[in-house]
């Protein structure tokens, strides 16, 4: 077969105008210390000086250039720019310790950025924390220092913990205001920075819908949030890559968890933010106010603490092996992305993060890693596996079609789609003497893998027709209440549960491990959209 020349300039032009039609890809810095980039690279597993961190952060930022051609060029001159670094506990506490809250060396590098390179006017850290605020009358949950009260401002971190770095959050931003007289340097604690009415008293708000119309997706829709989150006109979130007891790991999105203000949220005698977990959580997650939270004002820009991070969980000091060196920084604009890219390097798989369904949900970025561009080190070589939380299992099937008829066909079957991990047939199609739910999943090839079956009632369970599961489950459901070795198809396989309740109630769930068996999604599972 020939083809002239018309025909070939004909189809290079329409492929020009496909590729032109693609999104363009987000862009994610990712730099170690031993990068050769950098004027003196040292081995991963070797202590930094504040210079060298700096260089990390400015060459991060650098590569994650965002679509803007550069962090400066997206600032407006004259800007307000609120700096979120994760400083949720001081030393002071027992349990703290290095990987536990934002690198200052990080933060410093973030600010000293701004100060010379944008046309930021006003360039303000802002955080929440564990800490009392220095005019709060409460006795409880107060930190003192050479016999006065300090806060996160205050708070005097002497020289060894942040090498390089000395002495005091508002002794850093006095060094700025002195080197960058043109512009003002501050400190907000949002504990206290709730928006109030103009009677003074708190005011709720409800959460912003994004542009492809999506709300709130906690069970209460309006939230008590700070000035400074929604009223700066910049904000980039700055926050430590670690393991979380409760969303698995804490980052970019998470770090939004301390914009909540605690003088509305924690109840007496705590200075924690109590009713925020206990009024928002959805199905046991805190998936869902993290992401609710960071619609007030999603971030501008990341850029990620991967000096030093805690495995296992967060605020702990009881093993000492619990902190891990990693020496890298992340940046970007995409928080989803980052947040990705960061799960990856400490061993989670992505999918597995549920607050990253609900931003990406919010067009807050993507978690498709063919849509990511990640610019400097190889993240594949990077990955290390961390110790994951405690009884850890991934996001269980969310995607479920149910019925009452057996006999019906699978046309016939009802789409619905379960906002936790656990899918309650009672609720979902009323009393009934017996149920069936299934679920499709698509593998990449032929698998071995593990279905982590939870189950409340009397059930059967196949897998592409074959049955895997007879069961009769009289006590509270639980995650991964069974874990059934099995082979899988490549493509789409279907699981089916039948189900007759105990004491009236019928619960099931569904998570596909890998090989491993670790309570991690299967790798490149997708579970296939509720249909018949």
Known sequence: MSVNRREFLGAAAAACCLRAQEPAKTRLGLVRSSHNRLPRPVPPDHPLDADLVRDMVWKAIEYGSPAAGSLEAKIRPGSWVVVKPNIGGLRAAESWRPGDTT????????????????GAKRITVAEGGTYRGLHDKAEDHVVTQNGRR???????????DFPGFSGSLAGMLADFAARFP???FDYVDLSYDAVRDASGAFRKLPVPRSRNGVGAASNLSEYFVTNTIVNCDFLITVPVMKMHLQCGMTCCLKNYVGTGPREVYSVP???????????????????????????????????????????????????????????LIVAGEDPVAADSLAATLIGHNPWDIDYLHHAARREMGTMDFRRIEVVGEEADRLRRPWEKPRNWFGRCNREWVTTLDLSAPAGAW??????????????????????????VFRAEGGRKGYLWIGARGKVAVSLNGETVLREEAITKHRIGQYQVPVSLTAGENRVVFQVEPADGAATVSLLVTGPRNNGDTLEGLRWVPTRG
């Open 103 to 118: 690198d200052f060396r990080v933060t410093r590098a973030v600010v000293e950025y701004l100060a010379r390179k944008s």
């Open 150 to 160: 300090v806060d996160a401002n205050l708070f005097d971190w002497g020289s060894t």
């Open 182 to 184: 043109g512009k003002r």
């Open 269 to 327: 005698g705590t200075f924690s933010n109590l009713k925020l977990h206990r009024d928002y959580s959805v199905g046991g997650r805190i998936d869902t106010f993290i992401a609710d939270l960071a619609a007030f004002h999603p971030p501008d820009y990341c850029v990620i603490d991967g000096l030093r991070g805690l495995q296992e969980q967060e605020h702990s000091n009881h093993r000492d092996d619990q902190m891990i060196r990693s020496n």
């Open 414 to 439: 009802k789409p619905h789609f379960s906002r936790v991990d656990a899918l309650d047939l009672v609720e979902v199609a009323g009393a009934s003497p017996k149920y069936a739910a299934a679920a």
